[in-house]
């Protein structure tokens, strides 16, 4: 059972440019969603986690800017800024929030610099 | 430094053999601990979680967690071809306000026909 849509599944980024992201959850049941970055080295680094609708975070990473809103119950979006290194991100979902919680991994969204 | 480390980098066995992976973390906030895989060209899917001291066991796969040395290993008995992927150790603190699950750098198994 699908619990996470992820869109585009791939893109190529001009230097210089942003590209946004959406994730769609499909159970209303794993209402926390998060991202993940996966690097081309394979490391999986945690980014954001957000609850509620007009919750905003932002954070800069090495080779990568990253703005996230939790725009509805069941979208989140991602937007990602001043990429030089391609990079995979992934859109999580769980059952809630304490330490316990399984992380659901869509199918990630995989950006490749120009 | 990273905070769970995995070993070995990659591992090869022969169909029907057994995998054995392991991991250990630097962090005794870690309570809560995963086994993720990763097939090309996918999201990783979460395998196992253990929480408690002692094995668990799901089908071909078994977890085990020694808390007090922070050590988990994952053995694959019977390696079957499709369980050639990255295999992923992860944890998270108790009391996490964030869902933040910390991961190791992976295991890359390959099971050879």
């Known amino acids: 059972v699908t619990l996470l849509e992820q869109n585009p599944r791939w893109r190529l980024v001009p230097r210089g440019q942003a590209v946004n992201l959406r994730c769609i959850l499909k159970n209303s049941q794993y209402p926390w969603m998060s991202w993940y970055q996966q690097d081309l080295q394979k490391q999986l680094q945690w980014l954001f986690t957000l609850r509620s609708p007009g919750d905003k975070e932002v954070k800069s990473l090495p080779g990568a800017d990253y703005l996230a809103t939790r725009v509805t119950d069941t979208e989140l979006r991602l937007q990602v800024a001043n990429m030089s290194q391609g990079r995979t991100l992934y859109c999580t979902c769980s059952g809630g929030l304490g330490g316990g919680d399984t992380q659901y991994f869509g199918p990630g969204t995989r950006l490749l610099v120009l | ?113």
């Not at chain 2, 899917?45 to 967690?65: N, P, Q, V, Y």
């Not at chain 2, 009391?95 to 910390?102: M, Q, V, Y």
Request: glycine content about 8%.
């Open chain 2, 1 to 113: 430094q990273q905070k769970v480390q995995q070993s070995p980098e990659s591992l090869s066995v022969p169909e029907g053999g057994m995998a054995s992976l392991n991991c250990t973390s630097s962090d005794r906030n870690f309570q809560y601990f995963w086994w993720y895989r990763q097939h090309s060209g996918e999201g990783p899917k979460a395998l196992m979680s253990i929480f408690s001291d002692g094995d668990k066991k799901e089908g071909r796969f078994t977890a085990h967690l020694n808390k007090a040395s922070l050590h988990v290993s994952l053995h694959i008995r019977d390696s079957q071809p499709s369980d050639s992927a990255l295999y992923f150790c992860a944890a998270s603190e108790q009391g996490n306000s964030n869902n933040r699950i910390f991961f190791g750098d992976g295991t890359q198994l390959v099971v050879k026909p």
